[in-house]
């Protein structure tokens, strides 16, 4: 049995309590319980991206047609939420990821206010456990004075991602538009690499939860199934990138992935297992704080947020 709540505090009020400095008007909380378990998404802000950046390789004459029902301009700037996924469990406090710091965009990186405003100290944090090494899930793993900003906990990424970002080759093989995500990534690994632990497909990385390889967003991506059965949930970082095409049509190709066909395929596969064990999902980008289910809708699907 699953229990779901959402909230969102401002910069005054119960939050000013809180954290004695929020620099960001408010952020967005939303925690899902199962048995001794509790799962929260916390805001690292927002991203600012050109239509361009997810739209540019879709039929366009089609895609206006399914965003406009949606209320999503098919040519205006997009500003995807940015959820972050604390799990707690007894002694066991692991963040998937560590947000975008304040180095990438100026209306991301308030993952430091929220987890204040949560009570939550950075050095209590156990375990860090990457999804994928693009700016807005890596950067905030250091601190103004480039020190891990989680001190106490254990990082974890996937092997081949790992590679991947630290490999010199790939600041020329990535295309000049994502040159600086490369440079950005391979600083920060060459910080905590000394305290990295790897694992591969399949491994589990917690008690009870699984990663599995979900390649196309980036070369090593992973996703993450915690629990069981009915009550599973699964971490989807950037595998299902947004709630309104990624989900309605996830067989395009998006110019958000550095590989559009490999992507397109892992959508369509995770979809299906998604759907066919009725799992509740957790996405980065997604709305109405990142957790909710997925629903058959015509010729896609449709994202449907819990809280």
């Known amino acids: 049995m699953m229990h779901i709540t959402r909230r969102r505090l401002m910069a005054t009020g119960s939050a000013a309590l809180a954290a004695t400095a929020l620099p960001r008007l408010g952020w967005t909380q939303t925690t899902l319980s199962m048995g001794d378990t509790e799962i929260m998404t916390l805001s690292d802000g927002t991203l600012t991206l050109p239509a361009d950046f997810i739209f540019g390789p879709m039929p366009q004459d089609e895609l206006a047609e399914i965003l406009g029902p949606l209320g999503v301009d098919p040519t205006a700037p997009l500003t995807p939420p940015c959820n972050l996924t604390l799990l707690r469990r007894g002694d066991t406090l692991a963040l998937f990821d560590a947000g975008s710091g304040l180095q990438f965009m100026p209306n991301a990186g308030t993952l430091p206010d929220a987890l204040a405003a949560a009570g939550i100290d950075p050095f209590d944090v156990t375990h860090v456990i990457f999804t994928h090494g693009h700016p807005d899930h890596l950067w905030g793993v250091l601190d103004d004075f480039d020190e891990p900003f989680f001190a106490n906990a254990e990082h974890m990424m996937g092997g081949a991602e790992f590679d991947y970002w630290m490999d010199d080759a790939t600041v020329a093989s990535i295309g000049e538009e994502r040159a ?71 067989g395009w190709t998006s110019g958000s992935d550095q590989d559009p066909e490999m992507a397109a395929a892992t959508r369509l596969a995770l979809f299906d297992r998604i759907t066919a064990d009725a799992m509740t999902v957790i996405g980065f980008h997604l709305g109405g704080g990142g957790i909710g289910r997925v629903e058959a809708d015509g010729a896609g699907y449709r994202f449907v947020p819990s809280a």
């Open 180 to 250: 600086s995500f490369a440079v950005g990534a391979k600083r920060r690994l060459e910080v905590i690499a000394d305290d990295m632990t790897l694992f591969d497909d399949g491994a589990e990385v917690l008690p009870g939860v699984i990663a599995a390889l979900t390649p196309g967003h980036t070369p090593g991506h992973m996703a993450f199934t915690i629990g069981e059965g009915a009550d599973a949930v699964m971490v989807l970082g950037d595998a299902i990138g947004n709630d309104h095409i990624a989900f309605a049509r996830p």
